[in-house]
């Protein structure tokens, strides 16, 4: 008697019957293991593009509520304004913001200063 495992399987990818040497064994082969794994990945991606972009940006926003200091990107997605648009108005001095090391940092109520005045 071996004491091998054997079990019939049918491959996950093709379908066909196979021994399996492992319980974990999904696939007949290397090759149908790949295979399989290249298609999940693709569906992966299909539904990942598939996801509306406004339920992330809802997500985001709620983030940066919560926050009290807001990188460049948190306060472009805040505003709806691009980068160079927060980058120059930086620069003009019309949003205060402050450097950490190569992080610009916003303090989110300098943001919401711009429209107090
Ligand atoms: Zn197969």
Known sequence: ???KIE????CQ???NDFIAKTTV???CNQKCAAKN???RKKTEKLNEVKTPTIQK???NLAQINDKEYLSIADTCQLLGASRMTIY???KNGTIK???LGKRTIIKKSNIEKLFTS
């Not at 079990?7 to 049918?10: A, E, F, P, R």
């Open 1 to 3: 008697m071996s004491s």
């Open 7 to 10: 079990i019939t399987k049918v």
């Open 13 to 15: 990818h093709c379908g």
């Open 25 to 27: 064994t999904k696939f």
């Open 37 to 39: 794994y290249k298609q």
């Open 57 to 59: 940006t809802d997500f």
């Open 88 to 90: 120059r108005n930086i």
């Open 97 to 99: 913001a402050a450097k």
